[in-house]
């Protein structure tokens, strides 16, 4: 098993066959760095494990690093070090001497690896220091012939001058047919009838909340049924899907709340002061409400980027 990832998973992987058949065609074609992106709880490193197991065959060698897990550089490339048995000293005031240090330790070996930076949000979103050191890594990894790089982030990442051998897959919710898949596997022999498709939408197409969803279905010998569930998700989604026997990382509402929290303060302000209009809204009723001085500039700055990160639609 490699370094604290799971190679077993309790829900079965359904649907993303597109987004697999996409990572597959890039990696055939050489790309040297593939980046998964997505608002959170859509199944980014649930999909770039599916898709190196389907190519293990291909590679010798996997590192892995979550970001999430770790605390800050050093502790970052002492990880991979280990990973990789790379005796090592402190460097932490000279990162790109570690980034050059581990690139030369592997350009020599016979070994095919993939580095797998999961989480990677938790580096490009703090400041430029831990961003930017992360961009140096993949940089010096990926130019290295015998190494490839997965990047899985709520926030895309991309190698600019390096766009050639990097590949970006953007993965949406599930579709609905995707979502009914997902809710019919999961909960084996339950009969939804005609509350199957409430549920769904409910669901939002993220795979944490309908995995939640079944497994309340499923528990305590169906004390909810599905009519009970469509009435609880419209009724007390955030409620019922945060209840403290949850873990925490899992909780719904402690999702949402560590990922605004991520966000800048005015990327924060700008999203409260839109959540308050209680219907649809166009782009101009946006531009006065935030006072912005144009409706392009509205959509560039806080249209798209809440449609694109903010998933609390």
């Not at 570690?98 to 797998?116: D, E, I």
């Not at 890594?137 to 766009?163: P, Y």
């Not at 925490?248 to 005015?266: C, G, M, Q, T």
Request: proline share 4%.
């Amino acid at each position: 098993m490699v370094l604290g990832m799971e190679t077993y998973f309790d829900a079965r992987f359904v649907c993303r066959k597109d987004e697999l058949r996409d990572l597959q065609a890039a990696w055939n074609k050489k790309q040297r760095m593939l980046g998964i992106f997505v608002m959170r709880s859509v199944g980014t490193s649930r999909l770039a494990k599916e898709f190196l197991a389907s190519v293990s065959g291909q590679y010798d060698e996997l590192i892995y690093v979550n970001l999430h897990e770790t605390s800050d550089l050093a502790a970052m490339y002492v990880n991979i070090c280990v990973q990789l048995n790379v005796s090592f000293e402190s460097h932490q005031n000279d990162v790109k001497l570690w980034a050059n240090m581990l690139a030369n330790a592997v350009s020599t070996r016979k070994t095919q690896y993939v580095f797998f930076f999961d989480n990677g949000e938790y580096f490009i979103d703090k400041e430029a220091e831990t961003r930017d050191s992360l961009h140096n890594l993949c940089v010096a990894l990926i130019n290295q012939t015998n190494i490839k790089v997965i990047l899985t982030s709520t926030t895309r990442f991309e190698l600019d001058s390096l766009r050639r051998i990097s590949h970006v897959c953007e993965l949406q919710p599930l579709k609905p047919t995707a979502t009914s898949e997902l809710l019919r596997a999961d909960a084996p022999g339950l009969d939804y009838g005609e509350y199957l498709d409430p549920i769904a939408k409910l669901s939002e197409g993220l795979p944490l909340l309908i995995l939640m969803i079944t497994s309340e279905l499923r528990g305590d010998g169906g004390i909810f049924t599905p009519k009970d569930m469509a009435q609880l998700l419209a009724e007390y989604r955030l409620k019922v899907l945060s209840r403290e026997f949850y873990p925490e990382k899992e909780r719904v509402a402690d999702v949402y709340r560590i990922f605004i929290n991520r966000l800048s303060p005015v990327l924060q302000r700008r999203f409260l002061e839109l959540d308050y209009i209680p219907s649809s809204f166009t782009a101009e009723e946006a531009r006065s409400l935030l006072d912005y001085p144009t409706e392009a500039v509205v959509k560039d700055q806080v249209l798209v980027p809440k449609l694109r990160r903010h998933f609390i639609t």
